[in-house]
């Protein structure tokens, strides 16, 4: 009997032992990714629409490459009508990202699976897949997202990150693909249809190394986002990144948002992102929000949009796997058909607001100068250990500050020598300034990332 039993428990562990091997592991993804939903840009260019910055006219890819915006996201339709916003076609979407490529940035590719928009009150399926069965509605979002990759990557346009579906909490392909049909669970059907998807990144050309995105409206709902991680973790999707949408109208307060993220980054090995998210600079909230005190932090002005921009930035450096926000809507400008917003980062003649540039004056106000080439090398490990090492000597005198995102000194270090190390055990996680400078002039200054 104890022979058995022994064989038994042996059995269990190596059934426990495989289970924990074969877990998917995420892919890393970069830190402080900054980035911007452009989608609407080439139809307000094509329009006459002119972006301006302090009422001279701009690149808009350069504007915001220079206020520290570093990805761009860009929407994709199935068969768009071309109508009220819904332009966003393979052709387009492909010029668009060459213009973002072009720029020096990176980006992001968000599928709708719909010939128009996509999210949690609509995942309308596109009109050339209706009345398909199941097995052959599965097939076409497979083989779909693989050709346009594969298209994508035949024009040195391979994004660097992926979303597979927009907003899709409530599922995707409606209603085939719905979370729910008629009180019962369809997850099942869901998630074979997003493991097509994703699987279609995976066997696209150059595809198998990009991460991917999974796309939830419950930014402010810890319950709502740990529901729908359990869901995918139990049904093994293998994806990299949770990607939240964050509204004031739709998603609670700013400390709804913090405890979201506090759960999700301490129960989760995915990267979590903000990837949706915009603030007012004029006007009132629409009617069908419903909106209390503490969901409005800032006012409805120019500098309550800057400020609410530099609220949630100061959030991404507070847990080690948040890697960043995009922001929604910025771009919008009035040109013909187009309309301008109150959530864009321009004013609807063009103009840009002082919101876009709200990262890159927390970066200037502790670092206000660009790096100087004096070979200089300054790195972290996970030990808590900062490592500042220099080719030469000419470095006579030399100090270093580090500022935490808010601009205040947190360490001060007098340096000796071409090789320093330094315990920065004393530092919380979060993102922070190194400044290196001699008596005369700064040197050097980086961005620090500590977990």
């Known amino acids: 009997m104890k022979l ?7 059995i269990l562990l190596l059934i426990s032992f495989n289970q924990l091997f074969g ?31 302090d009422n001279e006219p701009v690149n808009v890819f350069t504007a915001f490459k220079e206020n520290e915006y570093n990805y761009v996201r860009l929407r994709l339709f199935h068969k768009p009508n071309g109508q009220d ?59 779909y997202t693989k050709e346009v990759l594969n298209i994508f990557d035949a024009h040195g346009l391979m994004p660097d990150m992926i979303q597979t579906g927009n907003e899709i909490n409530h599922g995707i392909l409606w209603p085939t693909g719905g979370t729910w049909i008629d009180d019962k669970s369809n997850y099942n059907n869901f998630t074979t249809l ?14 198998s190394n990009v991460p991917v995105m999974l796309h939830a409206a419950t930014g402010g709902s810890y319950e709502d986002s740990k529901s729908f991680m359990d869901s995918l973790l139990y049904y093994n999707v ?5 990607g939240l949408s964050y509204y004031q109208c739709w998603n609670g307060t700013l400390n709804d948002l913090e405890d979201n993220l506090t759960y999700l980054s301490s129960n989760y090995n995915h990267s979590i992102m ?31 949009q800057f400020d609410y921009l530099q609220a949630i930035y100061k959030k991404l450096g507070l847990h080690n796997n948040i890697k960043g926000m995009f922001y929604w809507g910025g771009e919008y400008i009035y040109a013909g058909d187009v309309g301008g917003s109150y959530s864009s980062l321009f004013h609807w003649q063009g103009n840009a607001n002082k919101a876009l540039g709200a990262f890159s004056e927390i970066t200037n106000s502790v670092s206000p100068n660009k790096p100087f080439d004096a070979s200089i090398e300054v790195f972290s490990n996970r030990n808590k250990q900062l490592f500042i090492n220099t080719e030469d000597n000419i470095l006579i005198r030399k100090e270093i500050n580090i500022y935490d995102i808010t601009g205040n000194l947190v360490c001060f270090r007098s340096l000796i020598g071409r090789n320093n190390v330094i315990d920065i055990n004393f530092l919380s996680q979060g993102i922070y300034f190194i ?8 040197i050097y200054n980086k961005k620090l990332l500590v977990y």
């Open 435 to 442: 400044v290196i400078h001699n008596e005369q002039n700064l």
């Open 274 to 304: 903000i990837v949706e998210t915009s603030y007012q600079s004029d006007g009132e909230s629409p009617d069908y929000c419903v909106i209390t005190p503490e969901q409005i932090p800032f006012p409805y002005t120019e500098q309550g």
């Open 85 to 143: 916003g819904v332009v966003n076609s393979l052709t387009y979407t492909l010029t668009l990202a060459q213009m973002v490529k072009d720029a020096g940035m990176k980006f992001l590719l968000d599928f709708h699976y719909s010939d128009t928009w996509a999210d949690p009150s609509q995942q309308t399926i596109p009109n050339a897949w209706v009345g398909l069965d199941f097995p052959t509605l599965n097939d076409s979002i497979y083989n």
């Open 194 to 207: 997003l493991k097509s998807a994703i699987r279609g990144v995976r066997e696209s050309n150059h595809g």
């Open 238 to 242: 293998e994806f990299d990144i949770l």
């Open 4 to 10: 058995y039993k022994h064989i038994f428990f042996c």
């Open 23 to 53: 877990q998917y592991q995420p892919k890393p993804v970069e830190n402080n990714i900054i980035g911007t939903d452009l989608s609407m840009v080439k139809a307000i260019l094509d329009n006459g629409g002119v972006y301006l910055v």
